[in-house]
């Protein structure tokens, strides 16, 4: 009879941490869903929708937080995810990832952008190329308010946090369905605009690059010219 009755008792007490347990994960849920539904009627034209339609992004829609210098998404890693990040706070830089050869002319350094697949898809072997490395060079800021990953430009492309950042994740499919007056394709083409190409952030890291000889010849000259 005694071990009967601590048989019943370990099932009672069985039964009471599984309903705790579910009235835990429920509040979980219920959190969860509350925050993802405030994140979308914080996001405009998200929040132009009707009811119906805004319980409908938040469910198929989730928050990611991403701590200070970690890495928001990389083309490498994220190509075939199929969302648009919308800021909702903090900071991000997003950066170009660009392969360039490195020559030295003369003293001077030159450099070739080097692309990963050729005009026929085809992918090159970098690892044999000689004096081959991989450069970053930014681009923009990214602040609560901005979004990327509609669709836009971005091989290549990394974004990386400089402060403690969340974003709201919405399927692309969600958006298709919901693009009235062609929002999101006219944001599209003003993200093409407004980032550069590949070869114009190459340009940009040539220049750079020979501002920095130059920096370091001049300081160089007069170190010398202060020489006793």
């Given at each position: 009879m005694e071990a009967f009755r601590n048989a019943v008792r370990m099932v009672i007490n069985r039964s009471s941490d599984d309903q705790q347990l579910d009235c835990v994960l429920m509040a979980s849920v219920q959190k969860q869903l509350t925050e993802v539904a405030d994140a979308v009627t914080s996001v405009w034209p998200l929040a132009a929708l009707s009811d119906l339609e805004r319980r409908e992004c938040a469910k198929t829609s989730a928050v990611r937080r991403f701590p200070t210098r970690s890495i928001v998404y990389d083309d490498d890693r994220n190509s075939n995810e199929a969302n648009a990040y919308f800021v909702l706070e903090g900071r991000c830089t997003c950066m170009q990832r660009l392969r360039v050869r490195k020559m030295t002319t003369n003293g001077r350094n030159r450099f070739a952008l080097i692309r990963d697949h050729d005009g026929h898809g085809q992918s090159h072997n970098l690892d044999t190329q000689k004096n081959v490395q991989t450069v970053y060079v930014k681009m923009s800021d990214l602040r609560p308010g901005s979004v990327f990953g509609l669709g836009e430009r971005r091989s290549g492309r990394v974004v990386i946090a400089t402060a403690d950042v969340k974003c709201l994740l919405v399927p692309l499919?969600?958006?298709?369905?919901?693009?009235?007056?062609?929002?999101?394709?006219?944001?599209?083409?003003?993200?093409?605009?407004?980032?550069?190409?590949?070869?114009?952030?190459?340009?940009?890291?040539?220049?750079?690059?020979?501002?920095?000889?130059?920096?370091?010849?001049?300081?160089?000259?007069?170190?010398?010219?202060?020489?006793?």
């Open positions: 499919s969600f958006l298709s369905k919901h693009n009235g007056s062609n929002i999101w394709g006219r944001t599209v083409c003003s993200l093409d605009g407004t980032n550069p190409t590949i070869e114009q952030s190459f340009r940009k890291f040539v220049v750079e690059n020979r501002w920095e000889e130059y920096k370091k010849s001049l300081a160089n000259d007069l170190f010398r010219k202060r020489r006793p």
